[in-house]
């Protein structure tokens, strides 16, 4: 992990600021390719840019927030004309990140997301809680400038909370898979990964596009890889499922044929957060049961030997010797 010491290097820092600010942009280009619109306001089911944000920030420290807000600016102003009310967004989509990176590090939060509290303080603190920041600020705002009537405001903040919050939940958990992944990877049980993408590609496309809406097919698939593969598995299954079943939903095909605006985003959002849900918390039991085992494994090893060479250098004890003969009994005949 890079400390604050690499970051105060001449010239790092700045290369860090503008990847994290290139790599926020980009990503929020290539979310904003599929939208949908709620009461005249439009959002992204998934906003990928949280989830870099947060990555970044667990990855290079609090430090590198400029490069978010730079990223953050970039997008505000492909978006819309520059006004005065774009520093309020900035700032939401600015502090939202930075605080889910202090609540997780205050929660012991470990990248490796090796433990169940891992995946739950990801889930409720970096993504439910710090993202009300950007949603509440970014939806007040537009209240605020009469961009948006107060009676839709419930409706637009619930789409834009829960979009950040999807890109949190599925987009941090790859990136921090990605930073800690050795290269090349190790090639274990490529046979049963291939067959299950193979079936991934079979399975979701069925699943999202199925007029008579299998959206719960998908389920097993994800119980599979992440019983086999735990998060890596589970998480790139979720992504590919949530990617084409967001593109369904914004066609108006598939699941989501004949629904209203409304209910194609509640539809939507529930089963992205559901999935992303199940992944993330099953692969995280997963990897800390197996963890667990390693470790009593090892500290079993680890007693044998331990055992073993205490009773190497033993003398061992002499043959006890033979017990003496009785004496003869006397002869009592007379």
Known sequence: MVGFEDLRRPGGYAVRVLAVAACYYGAARLGLLRRLVVEGSVFTPIYPPTGVAVAALLIFG?????????GALFTILYLTTPSPDVLGFLVG???????AVLLLRRAGFRMDLGRLRDGLSLVFLGALTAMLISSTIGVGLLVLTGKLAE?????????WWVGDAMGVLIVTPLLLLLFRARWPPPLVRWKEATALTIVAFCVVPLAAYSSISLLFLVYPLIIWAALRFELVG?????????????????????????LTRIEVMAKLQAFNGAMALTALLLSAVITEQRNTRRSVEQACQELVQVL?????????PPHPPPPPHPPPKPDDRP
């Open 62 to 70: 609090l430090g590198c927030w400029p490069g978010v807000a730079l």
């Open 93 to 99: 989509n600015t502090a939202a990140p930075v605080c």
């Open 151 to 159: 009676h839709s405001f419930w409706a637009v903040w619930l789409a």
């Open 308 to 316: 073993e060479h205490l009773t190497a250098g033993e003398p061992r």
């Open 234 to 258: 589970s998480m790139l299954c979720a992504l590919v499922t949530s990617v084409l079943a967001t593109i369904a939903a914004t066609d108006g095909v598939g699941a989501f044929a004949g």
